[in-house]
T-cell receptor
Framework: AQSVAQPEDQVNVAEGNPLTVKCTYS??????LFWYVQYPNRGLQFLLK??????LVKGSYGFEAEFNKSQTSFHLKKPSALVSDSALYFC?????????????FGQGTTLQVKP | DTAVSQTPKYLVTQMGNDKSIKCEQN?????MYWYKQDSKKFLKIMFS???????INETVPNRFSPKSPDKAHLNLHINSLELGDSAVYFC??????????????FGPGTRLTVT
């Protein structure tokens, strides 16, 4: 069965410092990995995805993610955090075991950026 | 223009009532989904539809009945509401069902509160 884990419920970072939000995955076959952000009382916004190719993927709002096959990880990063980055972040993997289209989400990580 | 829209945004109702949530996407996508986000922010797929055809029903009680009048709309009707149905319901769409690399676009969510 495919799964995603986000080991941290919350990450606290000072504004201007680099941030990392961790994600590990378990899939059979090639992973299709996604990061979404949810601002308070809003829907999920797509940030970036890994399909194939370069292990460093760049996305929206200055975010990037590093795919590491040997560690089965897909950590979200940003070189310099902003207070406005404070939100709930979800890692997800596309379920390719059947043609259902569904995303399997991690439990989410709350990012708190303090001024 | 909003890509994926849902109405209503908030829904407060009593146990035993029947209610509907509507979703529309103007992206020309073939596939639509309903996800449920519980009080712990955990996201889980409920249904997926492709070109008006039901693809998955992820062990959802049959009090929940999705309907897709055309591929741009996916509505969710809930009968005999229970306290445990209180959650945020997200509609999403993707270009098609089979291409694992396509991201999903989410609506703003409907917060359902059952009293």
């Amino acid at each position: 069965a495919q799964s995603v884990a986000q080991p941290e419920d919350q990450v606290n970072v000072a504004e201007g410092n680099p941030l990392t939000v961790k994600c590990t995955y378990s899939v059979s076959g090639n992973p299709y990995l996604f990061w979404y952000v949810q601002y308070p009382n809003r829907g999920l916004q797509f940030l970036l995805k890994y399909i194939t190719g370069d292990n460093l993927v760049k996305g929206s709002y200055g975010f990037e993610a590093e795919f590491n096959k040997s560690q089965t990880s897909f950590h979200l990063k940003k070189p310099s955090a902003l207070v406005s980055d404070s939100a709930l972040y979800f890692c997800a993997v596309r379920d390719i075991s059947g043609n259902t289209g569904k995303l399997i989400f991690g439990q989410g990580t709350t990012l708190q950026v303090k001024p | 223009d909003t890509a994926v829209s849902q109405t209503p945004k908030y829904l407060v109702t009593q146990m035993g009532n029947d209610k509907s949530i509507k979703c529309e996407q103007n992206l020309g996508h073939d596939t639509m989904y309903w996800y449920k986000q519980d009080s712990k922010k955990f996201l889980k797929i409920m249904f997926s539809y492709n070109n008006k055809e039901l693809i998955i029903n992820e062990t959802v009680p049959n009090r929940f009945s999705p309907k897709s009048p055309d591929k741009a709309h996916l509505n969710l009707h809930i009968n005999s509401l229970e306290l445990g149905d209180s959650a945020v319901y997200f509609c999403a769409s993707s270009r098609d069902l089979w291409t694992a690399s396509y991201e999903q676009y989410f609506g703003p969510g409907t917060r359902l509160t059952v009293t």
